[in-house]
């Protein structure tokens, strides 16, 4: 496997010092497609219009180099991957949940994970970090790695259509990376497993939805509780994944 930089923050930075009108959102759409009918820069998941709090959030990213401390995690993960064929454009893109209703963390998180298919066919591997969170090396190489397997695994696998199938990936993708998703309490994750258990050919997205990510966002998007606890659907699949290959990309 082989791993390039798409880099994105540069580019972000140059949107979000614009101010916030019209002309800024139509500078976002002309950069992320370079005059093309299709997405070259792969920002889709940054908010255009966020507020001031974005510049901020960049500056802590590139006091670590953190597109630097990205791709050298990227291409270590494809090292681990001989075998996978593929050559992926690895990009870093700062997601806003925090200042405005243009993105819901969780919906935004599963699309990312889970229907992410076309930006792979495109050839990008990407990482989400958002504003709510104080981004450190440790946890962008973490998340850099889970995107070149995920991307390797949606490309292989395509995206999971059964909540047994998100299972797998999200599983195989802790196991092989980290843990991208916040701590779950050892019992939390054994309710989860339990609840999952009965679900696993669900095809349904708010019953996926609600298993992976829990009760209160699950309620949040409109959708019907599971007696799950937050996350701890993902900490469920990491357990799941215990043993299984890499290879499995």
Same mark, same amino acid.
């Given at each position: 496997?082989? !791993? %390039?930089?798409?880099? %994105?923050?540069?580019?972000?930075?140059?949107? +979000?010092?614009?101010?916030?009108?019209?002309?800024?959102?139509?500078? +976002?759409?002309?950069?992320?497609?370079?005059?093309?009918?299709?997405?070259?820069?792969?920002?889709?998941?940054?908010?255009?219009?966020?507020?001031?709090?974005?510049?901020?959030?960049? =500056?802590?990213?590139?006091? *670590?180099?953190?597109?630097? !401390?990205?791709?050298?995690?990227?291409?270590?993960?494809?090292?681990?991957?001989?075998?996978?064929?593929?050559?992926?454009?690895? @990009?870093?893109?700062?997601?806003?949940? !925090? #200042?405005?209703?243009?993105? =819901?963390?969780?919906?935004?998180?599963?699309?990312?994970? *889970?229907?992410?298919?076309?930006?792979?066919?495109?050839? *990008?591997?990407? &990482?989400?970090?958002?504003?709510?969170? %104080?981004?450190? &090396?440790? #946890?962008?190489?973490?998340?850099?790695?889970?995107? !070149? +397997?995920?991307?390797?695994?949606? @490309?292989?696998?395509?995206?999971?259509?059964?909540?047994?199938?998100?299972?797998?990936?999200?599983?195989?993708?802790?196991?092989?990376?980290?843990?991208?998703?916040?701590?779950?309490?050892? &019992?939390?994750?054994?309710?989860?497993?339990?609840?999952? $258990?009965?679900?696993?050919?669900?095809?349904?997205? /708010?019953?996926?939805?609600?298993?992976? +990510?829990?009760?209160? @966002?699950?309620?949040?998007?409109?959708? $019907?509780?599971?007696?799950?606890? &937050?996350? @701890?659907?993902?900490?469920?699949?990491?357990? /799941?994944? /215990?043993?299984?290959?890499?290879? =499995?990309?």
């Amino acid at each position: 496997m082989d !791993v %390039t930089l798409a880099p %994105t923050l540069a580019t972000l930075r140059e949107v +979000y010092s614009m101010p916030r009108d019209m002309a800024r959102f139509r500078e +976002y759409l002309r950069r992320m497609t370079e005059g093309t009918r299709d997405v070259v820069v792969p920002i889709v998941n940054a908010n255009p219009m966020a507020k001031d709090h974005v510049l901020k959030a960049l =500056d802590a990213l590139e006091a *670590f180099d953190a597109e630097r !401390v990205a791709l050298e995690a990227a291409c270590r993960a494809a090292a681990r991957l001989p075998h996978v064929a593929r050559a992926f454009k690895f @990009a870093l893109v700062l997601a806003d949940d !925090v #200042g405005g209703g243009w993105t =819901d963390r969780h919906l935004t998180d599963a699309e990312h994970r *889970f229907e992410g298919g076309p930006m792979v066919k495109r050839g *990008f591997a990407t &990482a989400l970090v958002w504003t709510s969170e %104080t981004p450190t &090396a440790e #946890g962008v190489a973490t998340l850099a790695a889970a995107a !070149v +397997y995920r991307a390797a695994h949606l @490309a292989r696998h395509g995206a999971p259509t059964t909540l047994g199938e998100a299972i797998r990936q999200e599983g195989r993708v802790a196991r092989f990376a980290g843990r991208t998703f916040p701590a779950v309490a050892p &019992a939390d994750a054994a309710v989860a497993q339990r609840v999952i $258990a009965t679900r696993l050919a669900a095809r349904d997205f /708010a019953t996926r939805f609600a298993a992976m +990510y829990g009760d209160e @966002a699950a309620r949040r998007a409109g959708h $019907a509780p599971l007696g799950v606890a &937050a996350w @701890a659907g993902f900490a469920a699949a990491e357990h /799941a994944a /215990a043993g299984a290959p890499e290879r =499995d990309v």
